[in-house]
């Protein structure tokens, strides 16, 4: 099958990439990327891979293996245009997440809403993790003028972690945490018509992630043919859980 994956040119979370790509392509699926303008080489946050503060807070080693093994592969380089996707050559859309500026140009882009609007009334499975569900919740259904997150249970990037980030690092790396004014779950809560019933915030975790063998403590939404996360420690459980999605698409 084959996965539509959107990116900005720079700054996306290193883990969010490349372990759901890694688990895809490991299962046999096709990734291809898309980015604002085709033949664009996306770049992810150098901070993760190094070490946002001290050496810390990055990027675990495995998903740093996983995206130099990315970084490798012929469909990284061969993105195609957001604007000429075609999405119904696609049978999955998955939308990472990252925080850093760069970031903007992709959770910013109504280009790309676009292209995710028409492929969300496929009915065909969308997963979204951490930053990556504003660019649903910011995509809008002609239909009703409203998120398409709008009647969907979702969790995204809880405040408490946006919040435990920025005040951690701030001293040294200013609003580096904070791509928006507003926190990403203060705006995902704004698009659902019930965000009491709605919004799921998952068991409270600030260090421990989820790996290939052990996802006791990540946390995923599912909701029909939607899938959400939070955080790159979730990221394994979130592509097993796709490819559950995907699985279950090819069979219906």
């Keep these: 099958m084959r996965v539509l994956m ?16 890694r688990s895809l392509t490991r299962a046999g699926h096709e990734v291809v990327f898309a ?5 664009t080489r996306p770049a992810a946050d150098p901070r993760l891979l190094t070490g946002v503060l001290f050496g810390q807070l990055g990027a675990a080693d495995e998903p740093k293996r996983f995206y130099e093994q990315l970084t490798a592969a012929p469909e990284f380089t061969a993105t195609l245009a957001w604007a000429e996707l075609h999405v119904t050559d696609f049978d999955g859309l998955l939308l990472p ?22 492929f ?8 979204a993790i951490c930053h990556g569900v504003l660019v649903l ?17 979702t969790t995204c990037l809880p405040t408490y972690m946006e919040r435990t980030a920025y ?25 659902l018509a019930d965000p009491a019933a709605q919004f799921e915030r998952g068991p409270r975790e600030l260090t421990r992630r989820g790996t290939d063998t ?7 939404v599912e909701d029909g043919s939607y ?16 490819l559950d999605l995907l699985d279950r698409s090819r069979a219906a």
């Design 227 to 242: 899938l959400s996360a939070r955080w790159p420690g979730d990221a394994y459980l979130f592509a097993r859980r796709y």
């Design 120 to 127: 969300w009334a496929l009915g065909r499975p969308v997963g």
């Design 167 to 191: 005040l951690t690092t701030a001293w040294r790396l200013g609003r580096y945490y904070r791509t928006y004014p507003a926190y990403v779950e203060d705006e995902v809560r704004t698009a």
């Design 6 to 21: 959107p990116l900005p040119d720079r700054d996306f979370d290193v883990t969010e990439v490349a372990v759901p790509w």
């Design 137 to 153: 919740a910011r995509t809008r259904d002609p239909a009703t003028g409203r998120s398409v997150l709008s009647g969907r249970r």
């Design 35 to 39: 980015t604002e303008r085709a033949g």
């Design 214 to 220: 052990d996802d006791t403590h990540a946390f995923v």
């Design 97 to 118: 997440g990252g925080h850093a500026p760069g970031m903007r140009q992709y959770l910013g882009s109504a280009e790309l809403r676009d292209k995710v609007g028409e």
